[in-house]
């Protein structure tokens, strides 16, 4: 017996294991990196593209409906197609992201911040978002949205 299915009520797992690890796992998943990336936008050490990717990514297997409606965003719609379909995003996502992550972490480290620890901590999650960012592909100038 799979673990999750020891976690849960017998009814809810009987007859398709996949589908339940879909409903109970991938979902809620998918929303736990949506709100990752929409806590992302005005938080400077937490870049919210990848984690939107991500939500994209479980929605796509777990819930059509939110799936669709990620893709019919305006803010989020462009870089998720351009990801499922060229596995790339944009340099100007990319420059956005990375300018907001140095401006408004450079700002809370240089003016919010008197610990040396909590600065330090701050710039090394500051250059992994970055360094995260950065290693994504870009998409070739015709293919960018």
Not at 89 to 103: D, G, Q
């Amino acid at each position: 017996m799979i673990i999750w299915q020891l976690l849960l009520p017998p009814q809810m797992c009987v007859t398709d294991a996949g589908h339940c690890l879909k409903s109970t796992l991938y979902k809620p998943l998918g929303f736990l990196f949506l709100l990752l990336g929409l806590l992302g936008i005005p938080l400077p050490v937490l870049p919210s593209t990848p984690f939107i990717l991500l939500s994209a990514w479980f929605f796509a297997r777990s819930s059509d409906r939110w799936h669709q409606r990620l893709l019919q965003s305006e803010l989020f719609g462009p870089m998720i197609h351009n990801w499922e379909s060229n596995r790339c995003i944009t340099r100007r996502s990319k420059a956005v992201a990375v300018l907001a992550m140095l401006v408004a972490g450079g700002a809370s480290i240089g003016l919010a911040m008197e610990s040396l620890e909590m600065r330090l901590f701050t710039a090394a999650l500051l250059a992994i978002g970055c360094t995260t960012v950065l290693s994504i592909k870009s998409c070739p100038e015709n293919r960018e949205q």
